[in-house]
């Protein structure tokens, strides 16, 4: 069965090591993801954000797909279903129709009203069992029309949502969803110590996964990050597959087209991009 993710990334905090949150779109996403982290016998957390929700379907789309994928494949590795960027309407509803995890993503709220709306959405998603997270400050770029200029998260505001029991914190700390500009300072480590020692030891979580480079990702374990969420990577992963497949004529050679080959080369290069992103986080083999 699908789990909260709770257990998975306190084990990864006194561990040392981060979980992948992975965003999936549809089923190949899913199967990938899902045949990665069995392979790579490691905890895993499959991503959904609104939009992607709305594209499969809807919230109970995507828990019965989840579920009878899982199922069928036979996983024997943690595996949550997350709301990623959820809104107060959308983590309500994915705590009812069967997430095991959710994001309420009160950032752009004045930070008072952020800490009622989080405090409430704690106390729902934990009565029924469901791992939360919150965020404070912004991350920047633009995610399934949720745009952000990145706002460095204040110490004392990660203290207060903490001290509301969110179970794993997101905050800004320089990071940018998409892909990096040439002219990105970096992570702001500084503030990333600052936020762990103030928030005793919560698992915290790096969005904007995909581009940063490997030592900046090292050093964001070593300082208390234990999920790190991934989207923009697996998008550019498929395409760049797929393309190859398409210009090389595959498409028209024999039964090239057949959607089963055709979004095979793309399927296969998600589950090796997760594969590698599990041994980079150190999540491989800790199932
Ligand atoms: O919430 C999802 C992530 O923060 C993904 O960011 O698309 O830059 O990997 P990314
Ligand atoms: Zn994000």
New binding site residues.
């Given amino acids: 069965a699908l789990v909260s993710a709770t257990e998975m990334l306190n084990k990864a905090h006194a561990g040392h090591y981060a979980v992948g949150a992975f965003n999936i779109n549809n089923l190949e996403w899913t199967k990938m993801i899902l045949l990665a982290a069995e392979e790579a016998k490691s905890p895993v957390m499959l991503g959904v954000s609104e939009g992607a929700a709305k594209y499969m379907c809807g919230f109970k789309t995507v828990v019965a797909m989840v579920k009878e994928i899982h199922d069928s494949l036979g996983i024997t590795v943690p595996v949550a279903l997350h709301l990623?960027?959820g809104s107060y309407e959308g983590a309500k509803a994915c705590i009812e129709a069967g997430f095991t995890s959710v994001m309420f993503d009160g950032s752009h709220y004045p930070f008072e009203e952020n800490v009622a709306k989080s405090k409430e959405m704690i106390e729902l998603a934990h009565a029924k069992g469901v791992s939360i997270e919150c965020e404070v400050g912004g991350?920047g770029g633009e995610?399934d029309g949720t745009v952000s200029n990145g706002e460095l998260a204040d110490p004392q505001e990660c203290k207060t949502i903490c001290e509301l029991g969110v179970d794993f914190l997101?905050a800004g700390i320089g990071n940018i969803?998409g892909k990096y500009p040439a002219n990105w300072a970096g992570l702001n480590f500084d503030r990333l110590a600052e936020i762990q020692n103030v928030t005793n030891g919560k698992p915290l979580v790096l969005?904007?996964g995909s581009g940063i480079p490997a030592d900046q990702i090292a050093k964001a374990i070593d300082l208390g990050v234990s999920k790190i969420?991934v989207?923009t990577e697996l998008q550019l992963e498929f395409a760049a597959a797929t393309r190859k497949y398409i210009e090389a004529g595959k498409d028209l050679e024999g039964k090239g087209y057949d959607p089963r080959k055709l979004l095979k080369p793309g399927a296969d290069a998600i589950k090796d991009k997760v594969i590698a992103m599990m041994k980079q986080f150190g999540s491989y083999n800790q199932a």
């Fill in positions: 990623d960027h991350i995610e997101a969803h969005h904007g969420n989207n």
